[in-house]
């Protein structure tokens, strides 16, 4: 198994104009192009495939059921997805009150408070699972707590220099 020093697939992932999806597992089956240290979002595990890491913005939502605290089992979720390896990294945001939005414009640094867009819908939280393919990413997020009472949105990382 891979650990520190992880192989990734060397090709850019993106396929036109609409980012098409790139499978490396159907593209380039057994292929490993270059080794780096760096860690990636796109690995092989010699044991398990192709391993995609997916980043979980976890948003509020005002049109979704009222948060009841007795139904958030995130401890039970952490620990569920800790025990399958999927889990990365997460956790809570502060505030939208405590951003602070940095902009540079004709070479000059802007420094805002607040988020940069006015929305009544804000990320909350994150989390970066290592997951199979989107599928399994979908399932993960779906046993989310904020599943019910907020919104999830799945983006594939995109590490640079793929």
């Not at 948060?67 to 620990?79: G, K, L, R, T």
Request: aromatic share 8%; hydrophobic share 45%; proline share 7%.
């Amino acid at each position: 198994m891979i650990s520190l020093a992880r192989v990734i697939v060397g090709v850019n992932i993106v396929k036109g104009p609409d980012h098409g999806h790139f499978d490396p597992k159907k593209n380039f089956p057994g292929s490993v192009l270059f080794a780096t240290s760096r860690p990636s979002s796109w690995c092989i595990n010699r044991e398990e495939g192709v391993i995609v890491e997916y980043m979980l913005f976890i948003c509020n939502d005002p049109a979704a059921p009222e948060y009841v605290a007795a139904e958030d089992n995130i401890v039970e979720w952490v620990a569920e997805m800790e025990a399958r390896g999927v889990t990365r990294h997460g956790d809570r945001l502060r505030p939208v009150e405590d951003a602070t939005t940095v902009t540079v414009r004709a070479g000059e640094v802007v420094v805002s408070d607040g988020p940069f867009a006015e929305t009544k819908e804000w990320i909350a939280g994150y989390d970066v699972i290592a997951c199979a393919d989107l599928d399994e990413a979908i399932e993960v997020a779906s046993k989310h707590p904020m599943a019910r009472f907020g919104k999830i949105e799945i983006r594939p990382v995109w590490p640079l220099g793929l």
